[in-house]
């Protein structure tokens, strides 16, 4: 079965700082999608950026970029230039690429504050 | 267009009780799930439709647990004899049915069990 592990429950950052959030997964799949979710205290939960496996490329959404290392299994998520906005629960999820559709399995999350 | 909506938005019941937490998708969407988050935790999976029927339903913890999709669209997710560890956040998602398809979420039903 696949997991995914987020080692840091809380993180802070200063205001146009640049933070980085960890997280590793495990599986014996070679294909599947990797994402970050982001949840502020209204429970919504938004997706933040998407990387497939296969893609060597890191994939970049505006401030957020993230480090994927598919022989560690890491994939870590870099957001510069840090805004008030950006304080919330971010969540790593895993999801297998087989089927169509197909669950997403979460970390428990890592608290990020930014301080003005 | 709308997003995901779903109803209430808070339910309060007492142990033992019959409860039901309703979710209406993106129009078009065929593909829907159920997550259950405790407090200062990730969502877990619940159950997954494709269109009318449950394509995995893994993550029911138990037979008390049961959702349904009639139609394809609304769904509902029906719990019996409510037991104080039910309490969480019940989140629904909704997606194209694409492989790697972004998954929308809605605001959440928060489920008290007193």
């Known amino acids: 079965a696949q997991t995914v592990t987020q080692s840091q429950p809380e993180m802070s950052v200063q205001e146009a700082e640049t933070v980085t959030l960890s997280c590793t997964y495990d599986t014996s799949e070679s294909d599947y999608y990797l994402f970050w979710y982001k949840q502020p205290p209204s429970r919504q939960m938004i997706l933040v950026i998407r990387q497939e496996a296969y893609k060597q490329q890191n994939a970049t959404e505006n401030r957020f970029s993230v480090n994927f290392q598919k022989a560690a299994k890491s994939f870590s998520l870099k957001i510069s230039d840090s805004q008030l906005g950006d304080a919330a629960m971010y969540f790593c999820a895993y999801r297998s690429a087989g089927a169509r559709g197909g669950k997403l399995i979460f970390g428990q999350g890592t608290e990020l504050s930014v301080k003005p | 267009g709308a997003g995901v909506s779903q109803t209430p938005s808070n339910k309060v019941t007492e142990k033992g009780k019959y409860v039901e937490l309703r979710c209406d998708p993106i129009s078009g969407h065929t593909a829907l799930y159920w997550y259950r988050q405790s407090l200062g935790q990730g969502p877990e999976f619940l159950i997954y439709?494709?269109?009318?029927?449950?394509?995995?339903d893994s993550g029911l913890p138990n037979d008390r647990f049961f959702a349904v999709r009639p139609e394809g669209s609304v769904s509902t997710l029906k719990i019996q004899r409510t037991e104080r560890g039910d309490s969480a956040v019940y989140l629904c998602?909704?997606?194209?049915?694409?492989?790697?398809?972004?998954?929308?979420f809605g605001p959440g039903t928060r489920l008290t069990v007193t």
């Open positions: 998602a909704s997606s194209s049915g694409l492989a790697g398809d972004e998954q929308y």
């Open positions: 439709f494709q269109g009318t029927g449950a394509a995995d």
